[in-house]
């Protein structure tokens, strides 16, 4: 199970341009991409991504063999699945101690 961490954040918020002009500003990163409902934004190594919506909290990216295996093997552990959009794909889960991380397959990533 050689998963890893993404350089990916996602976070959610009413006004993502104004978030994002937040994270220019105070924290140096650089507007990458803007849609009327997500900024995007890159720094060195981090890439934060701003969706218009209720905040869940900071979204990890974590890399792993298999979305639909770990999912399960996630659930039967204690995890809640908080959202599943396979088409986009997109895969949020809840672990025990409240970290939401992204699940993405290798074949998505590359």
Do not use: W
Not at 51 to 80: F, I, Y
């Amino acid at each position: 199970m050689a998963n890893k961490f993404g350089a990916d954040i996602r976070i959610q918020s009413q006004d993502p341009k104004n978030a994002a002009a937040f994270y220019v500003k105070q924290l140096g990163f650089e507007i990458t991409g803007e849609t009327p409902n997500m900024m995007s934004l890159h720094g060195e190594r981090i890439n934060l991504f701003i969706e218009r919506g209720p905040a869940p909290g900071p979204v990890l990216e974590v890399t792993v063999d298999s979305v639909e295996e770990a999912k399960a093997r996630l659930v039967k552990n204690g995890c809640e699945i908080v959202k599943d959009e396979p088409d986009f794909p997109r895969c949020y889960v809840k672990d025990p101690f409240g970290l939401i991380y992204n699940l993405i397959g290798k074949t998505i990533t590359g």
